[in-house]
């Protein structure tokens, strides 16, 4: 029981540091954000933050991972009972730029560096390219998808329409999480007009 505990409390303390970090590199911006700054706000000691993270680096990389496994607990967990491959991309779609859009800074910085193999978040990156993957592959499978076109060409173009609300649409930090979803499933629907099987 007291490892649990001591587990438990450990996993909270990371989830404390990540989440101040984010709001902190979102408000200061990264280049202005200190490990000082973050262990302050998560109300710990710079040598506890290291326990955690060894750089700002290693903190923007956990980041990318909380994002991910999110989207991997949602996919196996939340979507599991959908049977419908095209609303599983959808949902994972709208996800990914609802939760981006709030800490849309930081997102461009993390994809910007995530496209470069030589980074360590490029690893996440091709994690996410291959839930994609899955995904497009599932609703080729079901006939919700054009079988013709590559399955990793669909991904690019999905990964596109990401790119667009990250890049693309200025506003995105004044719009609500509704909103953005909105948007995003019109841009959806256009793309996927165009990519149904005939």
């Given at each position: 029981m007291k490892q649990g505990r001591r587990e438990m409390n450990k996993l909270q303390c990371r989830n404390r540091i990540l989440k101040m970090s984010r709001r902190l590199f979102t408000a200061k911006g990264y280049e202005n954000t200190t490990i000082e700054d973050v262990a302050e706000a998560a109300e710990i000691s710079k040598a506890t933050l290291y326990n955690y993270f060894s750089s700002k680096e290693d903190l923007l990389q956990g980041i990318a991972d909380a994002a991910l496994e999110e989207i991997r607990q949602m996919v196996r967990d939340g979507l599991r009972e959908e049977?419908?491959?095209?609303?599983?991309?959808?949902?994972v779609m709208e996800t990914l730029v609802a939760d981006s859009a709030r800490y849309i800074t930081l997102t461009r910085r993390i994809f910007f560096l995530n496209v470069s193999p030589d980074s360590e978040l490029h690893e996440a990156r091709a994690e996410l390219l291959e839930i994609l993957g899955q995904l497009v592959r599932e609703a080729q499978d079901q006939g919700r998808l054009r079988r013709d076109?590559?399955?990793?060409?669909?991904?690019?173009?999905?990964?596109?329409?990401?790119?667009?609300?990250?890049?693309?649409w200025e506003d995105m930090e004044r719009c609500t999480e509704d909103e953005r979803r909105r948007r995003v499933g019109r841009v959806l629907d256009q793309v996927l007009a165009g990519l149904a099987e005939p």
């Open positions: 049977p419908d491959g095209l609303a599983k991309i959808r949902c076109l590559p399955p990793e060409d669909l991904v690019d173009i999905f990964l596109g329409v990401y790119l667009l609300t990250q890049f693309g």
